[in-house]
Protein backbone atom coordinates (compact mmCIF):
# COMPACT_ATOMS: atom_id res chain seq x y z
CA UNK A 1 0.00 0.00 0.00
CA UNK A 2 1.27 3.37 -0.91
CA UNK A 3 2.35 5.55 1.79
CA UNK A 4 2.11 9.35 1.67
CA UNK A 5 5.80 11.20 2.39
CA UNK A 6 5.07 11.94 6.18
CA UNK A 7 5.26 8.26 6.22
CA UNK A 8 1.51 7.39 7.60
CA UNK A 9 -0.53 5.11 5.11
CA UNK A 10 -3.95 6.75 4.13
CA UNK A 11 -6.73 5.85 2.23
CA UNK A 12 -7.52 7.69 -0.96
CA UNK A 13 -11.81 7.87 -2.06
CA UNK A 14 -12.70 7.97 -5.54
CA UNK A 15 -15.27 9.97 -6.79
CA UNK A 16 -16.66 9.69 -9.95
CA UNK A 17 -19.23 11.97 -11.80
CA UNK A 18 -19.03 10.88 -15.25
CA UNK A 19 -17.84 13.27 -17.92
CA UNK A 20 -15.16 12.97 -20.93
CA UNK A 21 -12.97 10.97 -18.89
CA UNK A 22 -15.54 8.22 -18.46
CA UNK A 23 -16.59 8.95 -21.86
CA UNK A 24 -16.38 6.32 -25.29
CA UNK A 25 -16.78 6.66 -29.29
CA UNK A 26 -17.45 3.98 -31.93
CA UNK A 27 -13.81 5.05 -32.91
CA UNK A 28 -10.39 5.70 -31.24
CA UNK A 29 -9.60 8.17 -33.54
CA UNK A 30 -12.99 10.16 -32.50
CA UNK A 31 -11.79 12.61 -29.99
CA UNK A 32 -15.49 14.53 -30.91
CA UNK A 33 -18.35 12.66 -31.48
CA UNK A 34 -18.19 10.30 -28.09
CA UNK A 35 -21.05 9.74 -25.86
CA UNK A 36 -19.87 11.38 -22.23
CA UNK A 37 -20.29 9.39 -18.95
CA UNK A 38 -20.19 5.71 -20.51
CA UNK A 39 -17.76 3.87 -17.69
CA UNK A 40 -18.25 4.03 -13.82
CA UNK A 41 -14.97 4.98 -12.18
CA UNK A 42 -14.18 1.40 -10.84
CA UNK A 43 -13.68 0.52 -15.13
CA UNK A 44 -11.67 3.80 -14.26
CA UNK A 45 -9.28 2.46 -12.02
CA UNK A 46 -8.88 -0.87 -13.46
CA UNK A 47 -7.56 0.91 -16.15
CA UNK A 48 -4.23 2.49 -14.54
CA UNK A 49 -2.64 -0.62 -13.21
CA UNK A 50 -0.17 1.88 -10.88
CA UNK A 51 -3.30 2.72 -8.95
CA UNK A 52 -3.03 -0.66 -7.32
CA UNK A 53 0.06 0.90 -5.57
CA UNK A 54 -2.36 2.83 -3.21
CA UNK A 55 -4.83 1.79 -1.28
CA UNK A 56 -8.01 3.19 -2.77
CA UNK A 57 -11.90 3.20 -2.30
CA UNK A 58 -14.24 3.82 -5.49
CA UNK A 59 -17.95 5.28 -5.52
CA UNK A 60 -19.70 6.30 -7.96
CA UNK A 61 -21.81 9.69 -7.16
CA UNK A 62 -23.19 10.17 -10.53
CA UNK A 63 -22.85 9.63 -14.23
CA UNK A 64 -23.72 12.90 -16.70
CA UNK A 65 -22.20 14.51 -19.24
CA UNK A 66 -21.05 17.37 -17.22
CA UNK A 67 -22.70 20.21 -19.22
CA UNK A 68 -25.37 18.58 -17.67
CA UNK A 69 -24.35 18.85 -13.70
CA UNK A 70 -26.77 20.73 -11.62
CA UNK A 71 -27.72 21.50 -8.18
CA UNK A 72 -29.19 18.00 -7.20
CA UNK A 73 -25.61 16.35 -7.95
CA UNK A 74 -23.86 18.84 -6.41
CA UNK A 75 -25.69 18.40 -3.14
CA UNK A 76 -24.82 14.86 -3.00
CA UNK A 77 -21.42 15.54 -4.29
CA UNK A 78 -20.50 17.99 -1.25
CA UNK A 79 -22.40 15.64 0.94
CA UNK A 80 -20.01 12.51 -0.29
CA UNK A 81 -16.77 14.50 0.07
CA UNK A 82 -17.49 15.58 3.58
CA UNK A 83 -18.68 12.33 4.59
CA UNK A 84 -15.33 10.66 3.50
CA UNK A 85 -13.11 13.52 4.13
CA UNK A 86 -14.26 13.46 7.78
CA UNK A 87 -12.88 9.66 8.14
CA UNK A 88 -9.87 9.08 10.18
CA UNK A 89 -8.51 6.47 7.74
CA UNK A 90 -8.91 8.65 4.61
CA UNK A 91 -6.17 11.03 3.62
CA UNK A 92 -8.27 12.64 0.53
CA UNK A 93 -11.06 12.77 -1.92
CA UNK A 94 -10.66 12.49 -6.34
CA UNK A 95 -13.24 13.91 -8.07
CA UNK A 96 -13.59 12.50 -11.41
CA UNK A 97 -15.14 15.08 -13.62
CA UNK A 98 -16.46 16.51 -16.70
CA UNK A 99 -14.26 19.43 -18.36
CA UNK A 100 -17.32 22.11 -19.32
CA UNK A 101 -18.54 22.92 -15.70
CA UNK A 102 -15.63 21.95 -13.84
CA UNK A 103 -14.58 25.38 -12.78
CA UNK A 104 -18.19 25.92 -11.55
CA UNK A 105 -18.27 22.62 -9.25
CA UNK A 106 -14.42 23.47 -8.28
CA UNK A 107 -15.92 26.79 -6.96
CA UNK A 108 -18.57 24.96 -5.15
CA UNK A 109 -16.48 22.73 -3.41
CA UNK A 110 -13.69 25.36 -2.33
CA UNK A 111 -16.56 27.45 -0.44
CA UNK A 112 -17.85 24.52 0.99
CA UNK A 113 -14.57 22.80 2.18
CA UNK A 114 -11.89 25.97 2.11
CA UNK A 115 -8.46 25.71 2.32
CA UNK A 116 -7.36 26.60 5.26
CA UNK A 117 -4.41 24.96 6.67
CA UNK A 118 -4.48 21.27 7.35
CA UNK A 119 -7.82 20.87 5.39
CA UNK A 120 -7.55 17.61 3.94
CA UNK A 121 -7.30 17.74 -0.10
CA UNK A 122 -10.19 17.42 -2.31
CA UNK A 123 -8.64 16.90 -6.26
CA UNK A 124 -10.62 17.11 -9.09
CA UNK A 125 -9.39 15.29 -12.32
CA UNK A 126 -10.74 14.94 -16.14
CA UNK A 127 -9.81 14.39 -20.06
CA UNK A 128 -10.02 15.68 -22.90
CA UNK A 129 -10.34 12.91 -25.06
CA UNK A 130 -12.68 9.86 -24.26
CA UNK A 131 -11.52 6.65 -22.88
CA UNK A 132 -11.59 4.93 -26.29
CA UNK A 133 -9.37 7.48 -27.61
CA UNK A 134 -5.93 6.44 -28.99
CA UNK A 135 -4.79 9.86 -27.51
CA UNK A 136 -6.90 8.99 -24.11
CA UNK A 137 -5.38 11.24 -21.32
CA UNK A 138 -7.64 10.61 -18.33
CA UNK A 139 -5.67 7.87 -17.22
CA UNK A 140 -2.38 9.75 -16.52
CA UNK A 141 -4.39 12.85 -15.17
CA UNK A 142 -6.65 10.29 -12.93
CA UNK A 143 -3.08 8.80 -11.77
CA UNK A 144 -1.04 12.30 -11.30
CA UNK A 145 -4.13 13.49 -9.36
CA UNK A 146 -3.77 10.47 -6.93
CA UNK A 147 -0.30 11.35 -6.74
CA UNK A 148 -1.03 14.89 -5.59
CA UNK A 149 -3.81 14.10 -3.26
CA UNK A 150 -0.99 11.55 -1.34
CA UNK A 151 1.53 14.17 -1.59
CA UNK A 152 2.26 16.17 1.74
CA UNK A 153 1.91 19.89 0.46
CA UNK A 154 -1.62 19.15 -0.61
CA UNK A 155 -4.61 20.57 0.79
CA UNK A 156 -7.73 22.60 -0.12
CA UNK A 157 -9.94 22.20 -3.28
CA UNK A 158 -7.48 21.35 -6.34
CA UNK A 159 -7.28 20.66 -9.92
CA UNK A 160 -4.83 18.24 -11.74
CA UNK A 161 -5.07 17.84 -15.42
CA UNK A 162 -2.32 17.33 -18.21
CA UNK A 163 0.32 17.49 -15.53
CA UNK A 164 -0.74 20.91 -14.04
CA UNK A 165 -1.56 21.38 -10.45
CA UNK A 166 -4.46 24.31 -10.13
CA UNK A 167 -6.53 25.46 -7.62
CA UNK A 168 -9.58 24.76 -7.28
CA UNK A 169 -10.33 28.44 -6.53
CA UNK A 170 -8.49 30.03 -9.36
CA UNK A 171 -9.19 27.14 -12.06
CA UNK A 172 -10.87 28.12 -15.60
CA UNK A 173 -11.32 26.32 -18.72
CA UNK A 174 -9.75 28.08 -21.58
CA UNK A 175 -9.99 25.52 -24.78
CA UNK A 176 -12.22 23.98 -26.08
CA UNK A 177 -10.33 20.83 -27.69
CA UNK A 178 -6.58 20.81 -26.12
CA UNK A 179 -5.57 18.44 -23.63
CA UNK A 180 -3.88 21.62 -21.31
CA UNK A 181 -7.93 22.96 -21.55
CA UNK A 182 -7.19 24.66 -18.67
CA UNK A 183 -5.64 28.56 -16.96
CA UNK A 184 -6.01 30.37 -14.11
CA UNK A 185 -6.18 33.76 -14.81
CA UNK A 186 -2.81 35.96 -14.26
CA UNK A 187 -2.06 33.27 -11.22
CA UNK A 188 -0.52 30.44 -12.59
CA UNK A 189 -0.16 26.43 -11.98
CA UNK A 190 0.79 25.60 -8.06
CA UNK A 191 3.33 23.01 -9.75
CA UNK A 192 3.28 19.90 -11.59
CA UNK A 193 3.57 16.09 -11.70
CA UNK A 194 6.67 14.49 -13.62
CA UNK A 195 7.32 10.82 -13.11
CA UNK A 196 5.17 10.09 -10.39
CA UNK A 197 6.82 13.23 -8.58
CA UNK A 198 4.89 16.34 -7.65
CA UNK A 199 7.06 19.76 -8.15
CA UNK A 200 5.39 23.05 -6.66
CA UNK A 201 5.71 26.22 -8.19
CA UNK A 202 4.68 28.22 -5.73
CA UNK A 203 3.25 28.71 -2.08
CA UNK A 204 0.05 26.88 -1.77
CA UNK A 205 -3.57 27.54 -1.06
CA UNK A 206 -3.67 27.20 3.10
CA UNK A 207 -0.31 28.63 3.59
CA UNK A 208 -1.62 32.21 4.09
CA UNK A 209 0.58 33.74 2.16
CA UNK A 210 -1.40 31.95 -1.18
CA UNK A 211 -2.05 33.91 -4.15
CA UNK A 212 -5.24 34.27 -5.56
CA UNK A 213 -7.18 36.07 -8.21
CA UNK A 214 -6.13 39.85 -8.51
CA UNK A 215 -8.87 41.62 -7.21
CA UNK A 216 -10.77 38.69 -5.93
CA UNK A 217 -11.44 40.11 -2.37
CA UNK A 218 -11.21 36.37 -1.45
CA UNK A 219 -8.24 36.87 0.81
CA UNK A 220 -10.24 39.48 3.11
CA UNK A 221 -14.39 39.04 2.69
CA UNK A 222 -13.22 42.41 0.12
CA UNK A 223 -15.76 45.30 -0.72
CA UNK A 224 -18.29 42.66 -1.64
CA UNK A 225 -18.18 40.44 0.75
CA UNK A 226 -16.54 37.58 -1.71
CA UNK A 227 -15.70 34.62 0.43
CA UNK A 228 -12.56 32.38 -0.38
CA UNK A 229 -11.93 30.44 2.94
CA UNK A 230 -15.15 28.21 2.89
CA UNK A 231 -18.32 28.25 4.31
CA UNK A 232 -18.63 25.48 6.73
CA UNK A 233 -21.94 24.50 7.01
CA UNK A 234 -22.99 25.85 3.92
CA UNK A 235 -26.92 24.00 3.55
CA UNK A 236 -27.52 22.69 -0.09
CA UNK A 237 -30.78 21.65 -0.67
CA UNK A 238 -31.12 18.64 -2.37
CA UNK A 239 -34.40 19.32 -4.10
CA UNK A 240 -33.33 21.14 -7.20
CA UNK A 241 -36.53 23.44 -7.31
CA UNK A 242 -35.00 24.63 -3.84
CA UNK A 243 -32.26 26.33 -4.96
CA UNK A 244 -32.40 29.85 -6.38
CA UNK A 245 -32.54 30.92 -9.86
CA UNK A 246 -29.52 32.48 -11.05
CA UNK A 247 -28.87 33.42 -14.38
CA UNK A 248 -25.96 35.58 -16.43
CA UNK A 249 -26.63 38.25 -18.95
CA UNK A 250 -23.84 39.72 -21.34
CA UNK A 251 -22.80 43.25 -22.12
CA UNK A 252 -22.30 43.57 -25.76
CA UNK A 253 -22.47 46.15 -28.65
CA UNK A 254 -26.42 47.17 -28.62
CA UNK A 255 -26.99 45.63 -25.65
CA UNK A 256 -30.46 46.57 -24.09
CA UNK A 257 -32.61 46.37 -20.54
CA UNK A 258 -35.31 43.11 -22.30
CA UNK A 259 -33.61 40.34 -21.13
CA UNK A 260 -33.24 41.78 -17.76
CA UNK A 261 -36.31 43.06 -17.69
CA UNK A 262 -38.21 39.62 -18.34
CA UNK A 263 -36.15 37.66 -16.27
CA UNK A 264 -36.98 40.25 -13.10
CA UNK A 265 -40.70 39.45 -14.77
CA UNK A 266 -40.44 36.03 -14.46
CA UNK A 267 -39.28 35.56 -10.79
CA UNK A 268 -35.13 35.59 -11.52
CA UNK A 269 -33.39 35.71 -7.95
CA UNK A 270 -30.12 36.99 -8.86
CA UNK A 271 -28.42 38.06 -11.43
CA UNK A 272 -24.71 38.09 -13.30
CA UNK A 273 -23.63 40.04 -15.73
CA UNK A 274 -20.50 39.21 -18.19
CA UNK A 275 -19.65 42.82 -18.82
CA UNK A 276 -16.72 43.64 -20.91
CA UNK A 277 -13.37 44.52 -20.34
CA UNK A 278 -12.54 45.56 -17.10
CA UNK A 279 -16.04 44.50 -16.39
CA UNK A 280 -17.91 47.46 -18.20
CA UNK A 281 -21.82 47.38 -19.18
CA UNK A 282 -23.46 49.33 -21.59
CA UNK A 283 -25.59 51.58 -20.18
CA UNK A 284 -28.44 50.85 -21.05
CA UNK A 285 -28.49 47.19 -19.96
CA UNK A 286 -26.76 48.97 -16.33
CA UNK A 287 -29.89 50.68 -16.13
CA UNK A 288 -31.79 47.63 -16.10
CA UNK A 289 -29.72 45.94 -14.23
CA UNK A 290 -29.40 48.54 -11.27
CA UNK A 291 -33.26 48.82 -11.47
CA UNK A 292 -33.56 44.82 -10.75
CA UNK A 293 -31.29 46.06 -8.03
CA UNK A 294 -33.61 48.39 -6.51
CA UNK A 295 -36.57 45.55 -6.97
CA UNK A 296 -34.42 43.21 -4.91
CA UNK A 297 -32.54 41.08 -7.16
CA UNK A 298 -28.73 41.12 -6.36
CA UNK A 299 -26.22 41.68 -9.05
CA UNK A 300 -23.00 40.37 -9.57
CA UNK A 301 -20.61 42.20 -12.44
CA UNK A 302 -17.95 39.77 -13.89
CA UNK A 303 -15.70 39.79 -17.24
CA UNK A 304 -16.14 37.78 -20.33
CA UNK A 305 -12.42 38.06 -20.87
CA UNK A 306 -10.57 34.92 -20.66
CA UNK A 307 -7.63 35.84 -18.60
CA UNK A 308 -7.46 38.22 -15.69
CA UNK A 309 -9.99 39.52 -13.73
CA UNK A 310 -12.09 43.29 -12.38
CA UNK A 311 -9.48 45.66 -11.05
CA UNK A 312 -11.01 47.66 -8.87
CA UNK A 313 -11.51 51.16 -8.91
CA UNK A 314 -13.33 54.18 -10.02
CA UNK A 315 -17.32 54.72 -9.27
CA UNK A 316 -18.53 51.32 -10.20
CA UNK A 317 -22.31 51.30 -9.55
CA UNK A 318 -22.74 47.40 -9.62
CA UNK A 319 -20.52 44.84 -7.53
CA UNK A 320 -17.54 43.09 -8.27
CA UNK A 321 -17.00 39.29 -8.80
CA UNK A 322 -13.30 40.21 -8.69
CA UNK A 323 -11.07 37.41 -10.35
CA UNK A 324 -14.29 34.93 -10.48
CA UNK A 325 -15.19 33.84 -14.39
CA UNK A 326 -19.35 34.43 -14.98
CA UNK A 327 -20.00 30.82 -14.33
CA UNK A 328 -18.17 30.85 -11.23
CA UNK A 329 -20.14 34.51 -10.07
CA UNK A 330 -23.39 32.40 -10.66
CA UNK A 331 -22.41 29.75 -8.28
CA UNK A 332 -21.11 32.32 -5.59
CA UNK A 333 -24.24 34.32 -5.80
CA UNK A 334 -26.40 31.30 -5.27
CA UNK A 335 -24.09 30.47 -2.79
CA UNK A 336 -24.96 33.48 -1.06
CA UNK A 337 -28.96 33.44 -1.64
CA UNK A 338 -28.70 30.13 0.05
CA UNK A 339 -27.90 31.42 2.82
CA UNK A 340 -29.85 35.03 3.30
CA UNK A 341 -33.73 34.59 4.04
CA UNK A 342 -35.35 35.96 1.16
CA UNK A 343 -36.79 39.41 1.75
CA UNK A 344 -38.75 40.98 -1.69
Not at 88 to 115: F, I, K, N, P, Q
Not at 134 to 163: F, H, I, K, S, Y
Not at 308 to 331: E, K, M
Amino acid sequence: MQQTEDGAAHRIVLLGTGGTIAGAAASATDNVGYASAQRGVQALVAAVPALAAWALEAEQVAQVDSKDMGPAIWSTLVARVCAHLARADVRAVVVTHGTDTLEETAWLLHRALGSAPGTKPVVLTAAMRPATSLQADGPQNLLDAVTVAAAREACGVLLVMAGRVWAGAEVRKVHSYRTEAFGAGDAGPLGQVVEGRLQCFRLWPGTGLDQLPQGSGVTDGGADGMQGDGAAGLDLPVDADSWPWVEIVASHAGAGPRAVQALVSAGVRGLVVAGTGNGTVHQDLEAALLQAVSQGVPVLRATRCAAGGIVPGGADALPSAGGLTPAQARVELTLRLLQTPRVR
